[in-house]
């Protein structure tokens, strides 16, 4: 209706304004008599409270977007999942994986997501509410004897990390060559225990607090 009829919008505002004015001239008016009265009844009149503080702050979650050749330039772009909100949100980082074995191409480059994830915001990000979870030091290692060829073996067992942690973890390595298998990320601990894969789902990206990751345990080879 808007689109379609703009002159009308223009006419049906004018109306409006020119009803306001008339409204406020007469309350102009009122006021004093009013005043007027309550004196005559021995009521002192007040002023009534306008200023009602500053407007609620937002919570945007959001950043500038980055530029994408400078970073590119500093390394391989690369994406992790930080808190906002209480919910899981994507931020670009640039990462530098060291040279090495191909075979180990996996664990270095999960180690190098583990560290960003582990690295406190930046001020920009901190501005804009992000936080995390993971705990500093965390380090990943490949598969024991027995597992799974896409194992991540965490320096901490998974069941032993808060659950924003594992799900900013699970998500991160999902979203990377970390997951060999589709979105499935197949982790375990430092020890022995039969590694398990996670998924990162929808309802994990909006509740990690509440929401546990779907998981099934592995088999291994």
Known sequence: MFGRHAWGVRRTRAASARGRRTRAARLVLA????????AGCGI????????????PSRVPCTLTAPDIGTQSSRGILVQVFLLCS???????RTVRIGAGPADTD????????????SEPPSDAEQQANYTTSVPDG??????????PDDTLRLSTRPTDLSSYALAQIICTFSDSAAAADGAMVTLGGPGT?????YECTEAVRSRPGTETPPQTETEGT
Do not use: H, I, K
């Open 86 to 92: 209480s919910q899981l949100a994507p931020v670009d």
């Open 193 to 197: 225990d039969t590694p398990r894969r």
């Open 31 to 38: 006021v004093p008599l009013l005043a007027v009265a309550l």
């Open 44 to 55: 002192r009149a007040t002023e009534v409270p306008t200023d009602f503080g500053p407007a």
């Open 138 to 147: 965390l380090t990943v290692n490949g598969p024991n004897r027995g597992d």
């Open 106 to 117: 996996r664990v270095r480059g999960a180690q190098a997501l583990l560290d960003e994830l």
